[in-house]
């Protein structure tokens, strides 16, 4: 018969266990603060200040006015004037430019004509995505520019007043809603609570069960009343408490440290970040059933949650982009639904009617782990 009393009993020798442990106390909670900022602060993905250098064949005001623009831009810094098209070569090799624009000879003659004329960007591609989007932005810099100087041309062919997309037959208006300015903090942030929550804590609840298991503490529990329900629901509860609190304080860094709008329900956001976080501590007691020591605890939750959720939950990666072994793969990680249900809370402010789904998945989980770990458990040797 299942008692609340010899429960709590369990839970107060954990919290004492861990009051005594310093060190384990320390990874329990500071650990997973620790990871919180360096992710947050590791992960952004927008490009700023990238070093590059400047080719100027032409030397004229139009030329100019072109490298102004890109000044002007917080993604770039201008680092070093080039005075000859060898250097470039030794240049990128050294790797303090990542970007060299080179600007032709009559270059503003051909543009006063009527001419079509181009520029060329060499990019370091080493670092393959930052290249991307580094020739995405130099892309959009000279888009500027060339805009800049097709009004340019219509004011002094048609007057005043002329130009701003004269001669135009179709301009695009584009409309960012929930993440207006493109902050990938935005993006990052939320599923960064995911990430660091299912790492440390599942971690550090299999170590303190297969604790018992290698020094043979267990035998206590084995002699006692204590039933393999109250051993395991006692033994969660602590980890469950401190987890939950850091959970609470990475939802308030990212809002007011980190600027993530928060346009949801609190009452919902609390209750289903509660509800994560049991799903997590379950992920440790599953594997601290399964094995006997404490390095096989610390290896399977290190393997099992961290590479795939990196890789499959949405995190870094729009889960309706992946093959078809991708979603199934993200469809099981329990990171997967809370990401994505922090990001249409937050920055949506949806509802229950578009998240019920995230909340009934979760729900089983946290039901299954602790279910399948207690049937497994066995109370007795061998």
């Keep these: 018969m299942f008692s609340p009393r010899r429960m709590w009993a369990v839970t107060m020798k954990e919290t004492q ?10 990874l329990t909670i500071i650990a997973p603060i620790i990871l919180y900022f360096l992710f947050a602060y590791g992960f952004p993905l927008e490009v700023k200040n990238i070093p590059i250098g400047v080719l100027d064949e032409d030397r004229t005001k139009t030329s100019r006015e072109l490298i102004d623009t890109f000044s002007a831009s917080k993604v770039f810094k201008i680092k070093q004037y080039i005075d000859r098209f060898e250097d470039i070569d030794t240049i990128i090799r050294q790797g303090k430019i ?15 004509q009527g001419m079509p004329q181009s520029v060329q960007v060499i990019i370091d591609a080493i670092y393959t995505s930052r290249a991307q ?42 409309s960012p809603w929930f993440n207006p300015t493109f902050r990938s903090e935005d993006f990052i942030i939320p599923g960064v609570i995911a990430i660091v929550l299912v790492f440390l804590p599942p971690t ?38 401190l987890t939950y609190a850091n959970c609470l304080l990475f939802i308030f860094l990212s809002v007011f440290l980190f600027g993530v709008p928060f346009r ?18 379950g992920i440790g007691v599953f594997v601290a059933v399964l094995v006997p ?31 078809q072994a991708g979603k199934e ?23 229950l009617e578009y998240l019920w789904e995230d909340i009934v998945v979760l729900s089983a989980m946290a039901v299954g782990l602790f279910v399948i770990s207690i049937i497994l458990f066995r109370k007795r040797l061998g």
């Design 17 to 26: 266990e861990l009051v005594r442990n310093w060190m384990s106390c320390l």
């Design 293 to 323: 020591t404490q390095i096989a605890g610390i290896l399977i939750t290190s393997i099992v949650n961290l590479v795939p959720t990196f890789m499959y939950s949405g995190f870094m990666l729009p889960i309706i982009c992946m093959d």
């Design 204 to 241: 550090i609840m299999a170590i303190s069960i297969t604790k018992e298991k290698e020094t043979g503490m267990i035998l206590n529990m084995y002699c006692s009343p204590v039933t393999k329900t109250e051993f395991i629901l006692g033994k969660a509860v602590p980890y469950t408490v």
């Design 133 to 174: 989007m580094s020739g995405g932005y130099a892309d959009t810099t000279v888009a500027a520019f060339s805009e800049k100087v097709f009004n340019d041309y219509f004011r002094k062919r048609f007057g005043p007043g002329q130009g701003a997309g004269s001669g135009m037959p179709v301009e695009l208006f584009v």
């Design 329 to 351: 793969t993200a469809y099981m990680l329990p990171p997967t639904y809370y990401i994505d249900f922090t990001r249409k809370l937050m920055l949506k402010g949806v509802g």
């Design 98 to 112: 990542r970007l060299v624009l080179v600007i032709p000879e009559k270059f503003e003659e051909r543009i006063r």
């Design 264 to 281: 949801g329900n609190i009452p919902l956001m609390l209750g289903v970040s509660l509800l994560y976080v049991i799903v997590v501590i």
